[in-house]
């Protein structure tokens, strides 16, 4: 085994006591792990192994637990951690749930989430609490969403997605939903309530929209978007088939086959126009 000076023993105590990791001091001294760990047990530095719990004392745990002793309270008695009692007793039938400790939380910050309409998991992942501390914290302070205001006319959702078109000023997206709910929340609520719905709406009311749904196509031999791309939503206006289809071409991977993005329209279920004008569009391979 490789040996450490006394010095070398001073700095690994301190650097040991800091956290550092064995291997991490392995690098620093130039031994094995093995040898620090020996050097550790001697030292004092271990962790006091957890005492072994018998067969006797499952029924003492179980009992405890049924008078009304914590988790936490039975685990510091055996000298082990909170978890392997809580597994101990629903090996034995006991239900044992374990919440979180949750933050406190100030009310008026969730109040200012919750009024813009912030999604849930946003304000979770803002605030760095679960999504069950949130949901906890939000039942204490009384704090609700709006009710969602759905617009149920195919006439006006009609005229409201034009006006949509209109805005953004440009012919086609592939990130529709994003920009939507920019632009005009109200039909975006709408989108998230009637979900397939709405896009059925559309298609029968507005003749000059037109929305397909792409998704990523992989096979053994057949491979064109990349998966990132997978389920977007591409709407245009008509007449605008072939920016449509140049702007596919910029995404498909390289070196793409013009007719095998040809037919990976086809499997999308693309509309005939698009699909009849893209040689004419991108000229042939």
């Known amino acids: 085994m490789g040996r450490l000076s006394d010095e070398q023993i001073k700095r690994f105590i301190e650097?040991?006591?800091?956290?550092?990791?064995?291997?991490?001091?392995a690098k620093e001294f130039k031994?094995?792990?093995?040898?620090?760990?020996?050097?550790?047990?001697?030292?004092?530095?271990?962790?006091?192994?957890r005492c072994r719990i018998r067969s006797e004392d499952l029924l003492k745990i179980k009992e405890l637990r049924e008078s009304g002793l914590k988790l936490s309270e039975i685990a510091e008695i055996y000298n082990v951690s909170r978890d392997y009692i809580a597994s101990?007793?629903?090996?034995?039938?006991?239900?044992?749930?374990?919440?979180p400790k949750c933050p406190e939380i100030?009310?008026?910050?969730?109040?200012?989430?919750?009024?813009?309409?912030?999604?849930?998991h946003v304000i979770a992942s803002e605030l760095n609490v679960s999504i069950y501390c949130l949901n906890k914290l939000m039942k204490k302070y009384g704090v609700r969403y709006k009710r969602r205001e759905v617009i149920k006319d195919p006439l006006i959702i009609s005229e409201r997605i034009l006006n949509f078109f209109r805005k953004v000023g440009r012919n086609y997206s592939l990130d529709f939903i994003n920009e939507l709910r920019t632009v005009d929340p109200e039909i975006y609520n709408t989108f998230k309530v009637l979900r397939n719905t709405f896009f059925e709406l559309i298609t029968y009311n507005i003749k000059s929209l037109r929305i397909f749904k792409i998704s990523y196509v992989a096979t053994a031999s057949f491979s064109v978007l990349p998966k990132r791309m997978r389920l977007k939503y591409v709407?245009?206006?008509?007449?605008?088939?072939?920016?449509?289809?140049?702007?596919?071409?910029?995404?498909?991977?390289?070196?793409?086959?013009?007719?095998?993005?040809?037919r990976f329209l086809s499997?999308?279920?693309a509309p005939e126009e698009l699909i009849n004008k893209f040689y004419l569009c991108v000229g042939d391979d």
Not at 15 to 25: D, I, Q, W
């Open 88 to 99: 101990l007793l629903s090996a034995m039938g006991v239900k044992v749930v374990i919440k």
């Open 106 to 120: 100030p009310k008026e910050v969730i109040e200012k989430y919750v009024s813009a309409g912030v999604p849930k």
């Open 235 to 262: 709407t245009y206006l008509e007449g605008s088939e072939c920016d449509v289809i140049k702007g596919l071409m910029e995404l498909v991977k390289p070196g793409t086959p013009k007719s095998i993005v040809k």
């Open 267 to 269: 499997i999308n279920n």
């Open 15 to 25: 650097l040991r006591k800091k956290g550092y990791t064995y291997s991490e001091l």
């Open 31 to 49: 031994v094995s792990i093995r040898t620090l760990i020996t050097y550790a047990k001697v030292l004092g530095l271990t962790k006091p192994r």
